[in-house]
């Protein structure tokens, strides 16, 4: 018979701490429960609560806090809302007017699992999943990307080809446009799926540096009003992200390199790379932290990979689940009120006031 889960029990909170002792013991999230990520498993954190409860704040305080606790860190915010600004933030708008863009089509540079075939394979993967394209779609589209990667001069058995200027999303719709032209009725239906895609330019424009600084921004808020388009934008974001920090190699210890933070992580739940990230990201010094009102919007790998997990207050027919997901007894998830939190690092639960992000600020 497999074990029981430990009992539902909440740690007392510890004692008050000096300035100096809070320096080292991390990041104060309310009352006198303090979170270091470097002292836990896995820095990667769970956060759900219903609109109202406190959780865009309590995501934007962990933003805020781990940069100043962590002077070394590096923060993407996935911004599915426009509602996450920070202070000293690179900001990114993500709309038709806006100069910048995401190309999923730039190239994993790692030779033993990246290249321009596996990029193919993988953006078809997310415009099958996002665009509810069939096999037969998604298949002409990984000959089409490979035909542009071609265009370009980057071929996979090539890999010092792999670091020249890749294709974009412009090149994409010219070669169906060609196809087209040559009587393709197939790629006529394809160009029709991405019709909308194609207008609002977000994947033909030129690409910002994810090292622009500490804190970057990512405003996909504009992007809800095409279905797909904030997925796609998001998966291509965090998989570069993750490759990046695979080439850079595993760390030693546990200081993280990089953070990615996402509320309302409804849009990427079916994300591969976020997924990848709460199961390998660790290693390579890359953690996550996201938010989401429902528990059925956030997947199974992330709840049970992420070290922290933070329950604030949520909707009466959310309590039997999260309760359990997050081992807390349904009496105390159910009497929470906004700002109040469960909150479960490893084995220790504990419950606090959250200092929200306002209450931070100097």
């Known amino acids: 018979m497999p074990k029981p889960l430990p009992q539902q029990t909440l740690k007392p909170n510890q004692s008050k701490k000096s300035s100096a002792e809070s320096a080292t013991d991390g990041i104060l999230l309310g009352d006198k429960v303090?979170?270091?990520?470097?002292?836990?498993p896995n820095g990667?954190?769970?956060i759900i609560g219903a609109s109202g409860s406190g959780k865009t704040q309590t995501i934007k305080a962990l933003a805020y806090e781990i940069t100043r606790f962590i002077s070394s860190v590096r923060c993407i915010l996935i911004d599915f809302h426009g509602d996450q600004e920070l202070p000293g933030e690179v900001y990114y708008p993500l709309n038709m007017e806006s100069p910048?863009?995401?190309n999923p089509l730039v190239v994993d540079l790692d030779t033993k699992g990246g290249g321009p075939s596996l990029q193919c394979i993988a953006v078809a993967a997310i415009l099958k999943?996002?665009?509810t394209m069939g096999v037969n779609q998604e298949g002409l589209i990984i000959n089409i990307l490979t035909s542009c990667y071609k265009q370009r001069g980057i071929i996979q058995d090539d890999p010092a080809t792999w670091r020249r200027e890749p294709p974009t999303f412009a090149d994409v719709r010219q070669e169906i446009e060609s196809r087209i032209e040559s009587g393709c009725k197939e790629s006529q239906k394809l160009a029709l799926k991405l019709a909308a895609m194609f207008e609002y330019g977000i994947f033909t424009k030129p690409q910002p540096s994810l090292d622009a600084g500490q804190i970057i921004r990512f405003d996909l808020s504009a992007l809800g009003k095409v279905p797909g388009l904030g997925a796609i934008a998001a998966e291509a974001i965090i998989k570069q992200v993750m490759d990046s920090h695979r080439i850079l190699g595993e760390i030693e210890?546990?200081?993280?390199?990089?953070?990615?933070?996402?509320?309302?992580?409804k849009e990427a739940k079916d994300s591969k790379s976020l997924n990848l990230v709460f199961a390998d990201g660790r290693k390579y010094g890359l953690c996550a932290a996201v938010g989401s009102q429902k528990r059925k919007d956030m997947s199974d790998d992330v709840i049970m990979n992420s070290a922290t997990k933070i329950l604030l207050a949520v909707d009466q027919t959310e309590v039997k689940r999260t309760a359990k997901?997050?081992?807390f007894a349904e009496g105390l998830v159910s009497q929470l009120q906004p700002l109040e939190a469960l909150v479960r690092m490893g084995t220790n639960g504990q419950r606090c006031k959250i200092k929200p992000f306002y209450e931070r600020v100097d």
């Open 34 to 40: 303090w979170w270091n990520p470097t002292k836990l």
């Open 44 to 46: 990667h954190v769970a």
């Open 100 to 102: 910048f863009g995401i």
């Open 129 to 131: 999943k996002a665009l």
């Open 253 to 265: 210890g546990k200081i993280p390199r990089s953070y990615i933070f996402i509320d309302e992580s």
């Open 325 to 327: 997901d997050f081992r």
